[in-house]
């Protein structure tokens, strides 16, 4: 007004500490004054003038945990927006700039083959309060657009009882199958937006805690036939919404160190009978019990039941059975990425994910051998024999409720299932390669079917856990 340009700042913390005001012609200070500590907002006036831009602390010497919004231009749109910053290597923020950094991205699995374009992010090693992924992709094989992106945004609540609040979503969309004779390939696309609550604790404590909701939004495509003639006759998009909340408990101790993971899950189905519906709940627990320096034996256990479940006693395995083995063709929720999901012979058939009951064998599709509509437990070993030599002892055993009527006779020995041999384990348990030696029968019998040893040799690779940016995020203090 007249003489006067008020600024309105605003202290976002619980600290009151004096602050710094720079007025900006160019990029020359041409009026300075200190403001007195306070709390919540306040007026500022500045002479007028011809500023360009209005800075906070331009010489960084507050502990502002979050200074993006510390500039202001005086004209233009978005303002309170930083100039944009293209940079190809991820380093320190930039807090006088918008940063954008742009990788190459290069992905293949068996049904898009060759994928490759670009991922744009916004993020390097500290966290910021929005950070954003898209990584589009050009498939050489279905010759579409495929690709990942990740959106979340950060809240830091006052007080003792939540350290942050996130809120974010996923997406992915990729070709999961296809059909050499009618020349097709289905497309998936998946979103899961959630909210995580991470709850406060103690400065010197190493227990994180949080709670989680997400929902699965999968979107699918499938093949279309005619009647009992069986031509095809197109294809159509079905959609599924999963809804689960999980308590998560991690101990990162040196010594001792565990995590564990409470979950239920909601779905709502139809199918040939009608409208169906399942409530499940999960318990896991994994854990090091450490004999020597970087050795200890690893122990993981998983208990899974239905508390509602329509098609509990079905005559096939329907909608969110628990698996003893995880493989591309019973990710339900598609959680996992798999080169060949639903291959049924050859390399890509023997990967398998360490989920649920988290056994290593390759089982393959057509069999119910481990899969249940009502209820599964199973323990898993592994043991550090040498510090640096990646071999390691294994051993799994796990039972199964089968439930359908076929299984009305099954014995507890016909459900129950035990292997044991030697692993490869890579980059702390994100590659595996699974040689089986010792199997019970009905696992020895599965695999006389498959043919040679060679068929029987599993592996698994948790690209999540390579992710560089989910190994950011849980970097926690």
Not at 70 to 86: F, Y
Not at 127 to 134: C, D, F, H, I, T
Not at 163 to 187: I, M, Q
């Amino acid at each position: 007004m007249g003489d006067t340009t008020w600024v309105k700042i605003k202290n976002a913390g619980q600290i009151a500490s004096p602050i710094q005001l720079v007025a900006m012609q160019d990029s020359q200070a041409v009026h300075s004054l200190w403001v007195e500590g306070f709390k919540g907002a306040r007026e500022v006036a500045l002479p007028a003038g011809g500023y360009r831009h209005i800075i906070l602390d331009p010489d960084r010497i507050t502990l502002d945990f979050y200074r993006k919004n510390n500039q202001l231009r005086t004209t233009g749109l978005l303002r309170k927006v930083e100039p944009l910053a293209l940079r190809l290597i991820p380093g320190p923020e930039n807090d006088r700039r918008t940063d954008l950094f742009l990788f190459p991205a290069l992905a293949w699995n068996h049904y898009d083959k060759t994928m490759l374009g670009l991922v744009f992010f916004n993020h390097s090693v500290l966290s910021r309060r929005l950070e954003w992924e898209l990584a589009p992709m050009y498939a050489s094989g279905s010759k579409q657009l495929s690709g990942v992106a990740r959106a979340m945004y950060h809240f830091y609540p006052a007080g003792r009882l939540l350290r942050r609040v996130t809120v974010g979503a996923g997406l992915r969309h990729f070709r999961y199958d296809s059909n050499d004779r009618f020349d097709y390939r289905l497309g998936y696309l998946r979103a899961a937006p959630f909210l995580r609550l991470e709850l406060g604790k103690a400065p010197a404590s190493n227990f994180y805690q949080n709670i989680e909701w997400r929902t699965i939004i999968l979107n699918r495509e499938e093949a279309q036939f005619q009647g009992i003639s069986g031509a095809f006759t197109g294809k159509e998009w079905f959609t599924d919404y999963i809804h689960e909340l999980s308590y998560n408990g991690e101990n990162r101790g040196p010594l001792y160190p565990f995590r564990y993971r409470i979950a239920l899950e909601r779905q709502q189905y139809k199918d040939l009978s009608g409208d169906q519906r399942y409530l499940k709940a999960s318990f896991e627990w994994a854990g090091r019990l450490s004999y020597a320096p970087k050795r200890g034996l690893h122990v993981r256990c998983f208990v899974g039941g239905f508390l509602d479940n329509t098609r509990r006693d079905a005559g096939a395995i329907y909608a969110g059975a628990f698996n003893l083995v995880s493989q591309g063709f019973n990710d339900y929720r598609f959680d996992d990425y798999y080169f060949g999901r639903n291959e049924s012979e050859g390399i890509w058939s023997q990967q398998i994910s360490l989920r649920d009951g988290g056994l290593k064998n390759v089982v393959g599709q057509g069999f119910n051998l481990g899969r249940s509509n009502s209820f599964i437990a199973a323990l898993n070993f592994k043991a550090d024999l040498w510090r640096k030599i990646p071999v390691k002892p294994y051993f799994d055993v796990g039972y199964f409720k089968n439930a359908m009527p076929t299984g009305s006779d099954d014995t507890f020995k016909d459900q129950l299932l035990w292997s044991g041999g030697l692993m490869v384990d890579l980059f702390g348990g994100a590659m595996g390669l699974y040689f089986p030696l010792v199997n019970s029968k009905n696992i020895q019998d599965r695999y006389a079917e498959r043919g040679t040893y060679w068929s029987r040799i599993a592996f698994h690779i948790d690209l999540q856990k390579i992710d560089p940016w989910q190994f950011v995020e849980g970097i926690q203090f």
